[in-house]
C-alpha cells in the first residue's frame, strides 16, 4: 500500500478535459512556428503574430506545444519575444538547414570555394559581434560594410601568415587541402575585387563573396542593409545576435578573434593597422577606420 502511494504522489495528475489541446490549438502553434520561418516578418506589422507571440508568453500549455512543433520539425528555438518574434533555427538534420555545400554550389561553380564562403560567414559574425557583452546586450547592434570584411580577413591572413612562420610551419599548403587557415590563405591570393567588362564585381572575387554572404544573410532576416558605402552598409538584427549566441563558443570564432585584429576600446569595432599594407590588396575605402593604438 504504501508503495502505492508513493507512485501517486510521484504520478502526474491526468488532464482535465478542459486543458486537452484542441486542433485549434495545433492550428495556432503552427501558425506561430510558420511565422517563425519568415524571418523578415516584424511581429510589431503583423496583429496576429503580435497576440500569438502574447498568447506564448501568458499560456505556457500553449507555448509548450508550440514549442514542440518546431522540435519536430527539427527547429530549435531561440527566443520568443516581441523583439525577435518566434526566433528560430534549424538543426543539422533539418529539412530547414541550409548546409555550407549547397550554398556555395548556388553561389559559385568552384566546390573549393565554399571554404570561402563560410570564411565570409565567420569574420561577418566575428566582426558585427567582437566582444561576449556585445552579444548579451538586447540594444547593440552591430555594422559592417562589404568592404570592411574584406579588408579584415586580409589582416587576420597577415596574422595567420606570421604566426605560421614564427613557428617554422608550411605557409603554402594545396589549394585544394581544407581547413580554415587554408581557407584564409587562398583568400589571401584571391583578387579583392577583380575586373569585368561591364565594371561589376565579379562573384569569385573576395568581396563579390562578402557580398553574397550578406545578401543572403539580409534575405534571411539576419541582416539589414542601410547604405551602399564601401560595397554595401549593414546593421544586425535580434535574430543575428541570437543565432550568433548561438554559435559563439565555436573554435573558429574564437580563433579568429584571438588574432587581435579587431581591438575593443568603446564598443567600436575597428581594425588595427597593418605595419606594410602594400601587399594586402586591400580595396580602396575598406569602410573601418584604421585604428592606430594610442600613446601616453
Not at 573558429?252 to 581591438?263: D, H, Q, R, T, Y
Request: proline residues 5%; contains cysteine; charged residues 25%.
Amino acid at each position: 500500500m504504501s508503495e502505492h502511494v508513493e507512485w501517486s504522489d510521484t504520478e502526474a495528475p491526468a488532464p482535465s478535459a478542459s486543458a486537452a489541446v484542441t486542433p485549434a490549438d495545433a492550428a495556432d502553434a503552427a501558425r506561430l512556428v510558420a511565422f517563425g520561418l519568415q524571418p523578415k516578418l516584424q511581429p510589431a506589422r503583423d496583429q496576429e503574430y503580435t497576440e500569438l507571440l502574447r498568447r506564448h508568453r501568458d499560456d505556457p500549455a500553449f507555448a509548450r506545444l508550440a514549442d514542440a512543433v518546431a522540435t519536430g520539425l527539427g527547429l530549435v528555438v531561440l527566443e520568443v519575444s516581441p523583439r525577435a518574434g518566434m526566433a528560430v533555427t534549424a538543426a543539422e538534420d533539418s529539412v530547414f538547414a541550409v548546409r555550407m555545400g549547397d550554398y556555395a554550389r548556388r553561389t559559385a561553380a568552384d566546390s573549393g570555394d565554399r571554404f570561402l564562403h563560410g570564411l565570409a560567414h565567420l569574420a561577418v559574425a566575428a566582426l558585427a559581434f567582437p566582444r561576449p557583452e556585445d552579444l548579451a546586450d538586447d540594444t547593440y547592434f552591430g555594422r559592417v560594410t562589404v568592404n570592411g570584411v574584406d579588408a579584415f580577413v586580409r589582416q587576420a591572413c597577415r596574422r595567420l601568415e606570421e604566426r605560421a612562420e614564427e613557428q617554422g610551419e608550411n605557409t603554402d599548403p594545396a589549394s585544394d587541402a581544407p581547413g580554415l587557415e587554408t581557407a584564409w590563405r587562398i583568400w589571401a591570393r584571391r583578387s579583392a575585387t577583380g575586373a569585368t567588362k561591364d565594371a561589376r564585381r565579379p562573384a569569385a572575387s573576395t568581396t563579390g563573396i562578402v557580398a553574397k554572404a550578406l545578401a543572403f544573410l539580409t534575405d534571411s532576416g539576419f541582416l539589414q542593409r542601410t547604405g551602399d558605402d564601401n560595397g554595401g552598409t549593414y546593421r544586425t538584427t535580434a535574430r543575428y545576435q541570437l543565432q550568433i549566441r548561438d554559435m559563439a563558443g565555436s573554435a573558429a570564432m574564437a580563433e579568429l578573434l584571438e588574432l587581435g585584429v579587431v581591438p575593443v576600446t568603446d564598443g567600436t569595432a575597428s581594425l588595427l593597422p597593418a605595419e606594410d599594407t602594400d601587399d594586402l590588396d586591400l580595396v580602396a575605402d575598406a569602410g573601418l577606420p584604421f585604428h592606430a593604438p594610442s600613446h601616453s
